[in-house]
């Protein structure tokens, strides 16, 4: 594999570059994920890196599958091992391995939004609740911050005061938490949060992933939210980890891992 061609002088700087944590800062169009591509590929064929000790995070499915497949059209069968895939997907291994720990069955169910506008539908119903004066949409945005903000339906209730909407949404909110407990059903937030709950507070299975991986690569950083962060910062103690992105696209601050 000769990056003298392939890349230009930073780009194979930052792909070759093996010795701590690397930061890539590189705008749009600039090849950032094509060095990331190139990286892996460095690591396996030129490094002798098994595969199975690196792992590559994405935000979409459509970017996990590119850089796969590019991956794969540069090494062939020797590509086969590495994980390449969306931070989602990466907490459902997780989960499905460990998540016994809080009393979950490892076949919990994933809830789509589709999933999630239906429950919300039929509690709706059962609250008599007008989705023209608090819409579906809003109510899953509203769930969603209560989760990441660590709200218990409780406090919600106490934060509400004496708004009614907001004592609407509080109540929706419980009843969601309670059909997904009582289904052991899990939503896209649920995923991060019940993965870094574990990673936390399990040190033993926190030890067994921090040890899988050698090589830790982050794409589109800026997109990293908090609970992002802090489950790839937990991951990444023992490992090498490189992040890429633009902080001029971001909507967080634009952080480095230590």
Not at 39 to 50: F, K, S
Not at 61 to 73: D, G, I, T
Not at 192 to 207: G, M, Q, R, S
């Amino acid at each position: 594999m000769d990056l003298d061609n392939l890349l230009n002088k930073n780009q194979k700087e930052a792909a070759t570059y093996l010795d701590s944590h690397l930061r890539i800062i590189a705008g749009a169009g600039s090849g950032k994920t094509r060095v990331v591509t190139y990286r892996i590929a460095y690591l396996i064929d030129e490094i002798g890196v098994d595969p199975r000790k690196i792992l590559a995070i994405t935000f979409t499915n459509k970017a996990a599958n590119e850089m796969k497949e590019r991956v794969s059209n540069l090494l062939g069968p020797h590509a086969l091992g590495s994980l390449i895939c969306t931070i989602h997907s990466l907490c459902v291994r997780i989960l499905r391995q460990h998540i016994n720990v809080i009393n979950y069955p490892s076949n919990f169910m994933i809830m789509d939004e589709e999933d999630q506008k239906a429950l919300i539908k039929k509690i709706y119903n059962n609250l008599d609740i007008d989705a023209k004066t608090i819409s579906i949409k809003s109510m899953i945005a509203s769930i969603s911050n209560y989760k990441m903000a660590n709200v218990s339906p409780e406090r919600a209730l106490e934060l509400a005061g004496q708004f009614q909407g907001e004592i609407k949404k509080a109540k929706v909110y419980k009843e969601y938490l309670d059909y997904q407990e009582n289904h052991f059903m899990l939503d896209f937030d649920d995923l991060l949060l019940k993965a870094v709950y574990i990673f936390e507070n399990y040190p033993d299975v926190l030890e067994k992933w921090q040890h899988r991986f050698q090589y830790i690569h982050v794409d589109e950083f800026q997109d990293v939210g908090n609970i992002e962060y802090r489950l790839v910062k937990l991951m990444a103690k023992k490992a090498i980890t490189c992040v890429v992105g633009d902080p001029d696209q971001t909507i967080y601050s634009f952080r480095v891992l230590m």
